[in-house]
């Protein structure tokens, strides 16, 4: 698997994984030692709700960047950057207008 399917698939997994309540997360953690992206979605999961923001932006920032633009759906939102035109589904990026690849905010470019 290389690294845009394996970010895009975490991406998803923790997705999926945000509507289970702590106890569900409790047991797939049990489940599932050995698959690190499942591990990894559960760590974000329980870390969004029980640290602070900023673990989940640096977990956000570091697995879930550049998820592949070939994945067709429509319903999934994303933000394409003006300048390189990369696309992103990092809610942050979305949020904040921001382009992980020029490392600028869409309003601050040239
Ligand atoms: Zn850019």
């Known amino acids: 698997m290389n690294k845009r399917d394996r970010d895009w698939m975490l991406e998803e997994t923790i997705r999926a994984y945000r509507g289970l309540d702590d106890d569900a997360l409790g047991v797939l953690k049990e489940h599932w030692p050995a698959d690190r992206i ?17 673990v989940v932006q640096q977990a956000d920032t570091e697995h879930a960047w550049g998820a592949p633009v070939t994945v067709p759906d429509k319903e999934r939102p994303s933000i394409t950057c003006p300048t390189c035109g990369m696309v992103s589904y990092n809610h942050n990026d979305i949020r904040e207008r921001y382009c992980g690849h020029c490392h600028q905010f869409h309003d601050e470019m040239p």
Do not use: C, G, M, N
Not at 39 to 54: H, P, S
């Open 38 to 54: 499942r591990q990894e979605a559960i760590a974000t999961v329980l870390a969004e709700r029980e640290v602070d923001a900023r």
